[in-house]
């Protein structure tokens, strides 16, 4: 059984969460996840143009090429952070250019001796998919792949072929960290992806808060929560980890209680 398989069997929803690699000390944040509670880690790979992200996200990214991070150093973070946590999924997530430039054979093949599990590339579409899809699964590492609210019917099957580890709903059709979706049309949303698919739902963008993330939690396997830790690391710097850790557990308890308290 995979990590992410071991992760979304459990009988409760799934924290994931989301920091960009190089910003604030980032080993010591990760570490600060798992012990708040984190169930999955997203670590973005900072990029200079990152479209999809919105001003925190951009400014984490740029604080962190300022310190010099390379994809060199994105995956001896991910190799430190699997000999210390073993059994908790981890996820590049970031833009294509860095990871197709050497090839995605080499990308691949870094991910797996890094112990990546899976890969969230937002600027490939699934009808790109030879692109790296195919290095990644001979390599056993899962290519994540994004729905949105304009993923159609007629459209969501190529979006699902060749998906694994997890289902990432992008619950608003704009940028990260500035606006939620009501919860009636997640929730819509969430029905519809999981009637056409296996693979475990986990909501994201515009998530910032534990109320927040209870609400979608009742109805998604995973919460996906990045800006506001980004939004704690810009102000503590290399000092957040352990507001990190604090505002985790208020976010795992929140999300893990969510259906019980539903029922």
């Not at 479209?51 to 984490?60: L, R, V």
Request: aromatic share 6%; proline share 6%; with cysteine.
């Amino acid at each position: 059984m995979t990590r992410f398989a071991t992760t979304f069997a459990k009988p409760r929803p799934a924290l994931v969460t989301f920091i960009t690699a190089g910003d604030g000390d980032t080993g010591a944040i990760l570490d600060a996840l798992v012990a708040g509670g984190a169930d999955v880690i997203e670590l973005g790979m900072p990029f200079t143009d990152p479209m999809a992200d919105g001003p925190a996200i951009q400014a984490a990214n740029l604080r962190a090429l300022a310190k010099g991070t390379t994809t060199a150093t994105i995956f001896a973070i991910a190799a430190a952070f699997r000999q210390r946590h073993p059994n908790v999924p981890l996820v590049l997530m970031g833009y294509a250019n860095p990871m197709t430039i050497r090839g995605a054979d080499w990308f691949a093949a870094e991910c797996a001796k890094a112990g990546v599990d899976g890969v969230i590339c937002v600027d490939i579409p699934s009808e790109e998919d030879a692109e790296l899809g195919p290095s990644l699964r001979a390599a056993g590492v899962d290519l994540i792949r994004l729905a949105t609210p304009t993923t159609d019917a007629a459209r969501l099957p190529d979006v699902l072929n060749g998906a694994g580890g997890f289902l990432y709903y992008v619950s608003v059709a704009g940028i990260t960290g500035l606006q939620q979706a009501a919860q009636a049309s997640i929730e819509d949303a969430v029905a519809r992806l999981k009637a056409a698919t296996d693979l475990p739902v986990a909501v994201g963008f515009g998530i910032r808060t534990p109320e927040q993330a209870a609400q979608i939690a009742k109805v998604a396997d995973g919460v996906v929560v990045g800006s506001a830790f980004i939004d704690i690391i810009a102000e503590h710097g290399d000092a957040a980890a352990p507001y990190v850790e604090a505002f985790t557990r208020t976010l795992a308890d929140a999300i893990h209680g969510a259906k019980e308290i539903a029922a």
